[in-house]
């Protein structure tokens, strides 16, 4: 139970952060949402959080924090783009340094018992030698966002060594479901089935025997729930250990959806991971956390959520 205490999520209108509102509001947390909507949905977000709508970088912020004065911060807020990252990474560093830091010393000032950070796992360790990866593994970013994820949790650690503001930071796998973007990059579960559902043939980058640990969104919640009160001033993994291959993300997901096409190919995107899992035994110990929805569970949910709203905005009505 809350006990009366109060949460901010950053990001909290996105698909991770969205979730995360609902049940902080289930747990009767009161709960404080800030986003700058680039890609978060006002539909995402309950009625009853309160919601700033401005960006982690503008000064604003800092005046909200320190009148809202939350118990807890959810710092989800983040440029998610690795190809926006190559393109651009002074706006990357702008948005996932320097924005942390200002959420950092704001927090500092205004008292917050704690921040959860979501971090990366498959964009810190770059092409790790051995999988599952370890949490203590060498960090060896391949894209400018791996490098500003990487850099905001150092500046986690300073304040939690100077100031002693207390922090966990949760480095995710590739976490997908229901309200994560099918317009986006990271999220091939909901390109794929968004298209297959709408008829239309999804596209792979570079051959799809490309291995990332895909995790589902509910499982990532669970994980920052169980932060709260452990793992402080740590680091750890949160993801499943096992590597899938897009090719087999994409035959699931027929089998799900009834798709007979196959899919189209295009050129390999630079600044890409090709192999990763993340070995989760830290967050074992430290939260007594563990994943719980597997990979067909997952997907499943997620095509639910996706006929939902195909069949919503096309005004028929949905069977479950």
Sequence with gaps: MADGKKALVTGGAGFIGSHMVDRLLELDYKVVVMDNLSSGKIKNLDSTAVF??????????????????????????????????TKDPIADANTNVLGTLRVLEASRRAGVEKIIYSCTGGALYGDPETIPCLDDAPLAPVSPYGMSKWMAEKYLEFYYRQYRLN?????????????????????????????????????????????????????????NLAAIDRGDGKVMNIATGEATSVNRIFELLQGITGYKWDPLHAPQRSGEVYRISLDWSRAAKEIGWAPKVSLEEGLRLTVDYFKGSINSASGVPSAG
């Design 167 to 223: 922090f966990t930071s949760l480095r995710y796998g590739n976490v997908y479901g229901p309200r994560q973007d099918p317009h986006g990059e990271a999220g091939v579960v909901a390109i794929f089935s968004q298209a297959m559902l709408q008829g239309k043939q999804p596209q792979i980058f570079g051959d799809g025997a490309q291995e990332r640990d895909f995790i589902s969104v509910f499982d990532v919640i669970g994980a």
């Design 52 to 85: 700033h709508h401005t960006d982690i970088t503008q000064p604003a912020m800092v005046e909200i924090i320190q009148r809202e004065q939350p118990d807890l911060v959810f710092h989800m807020a983040a440029q998610t783009s690795v190809t926006q990252s």
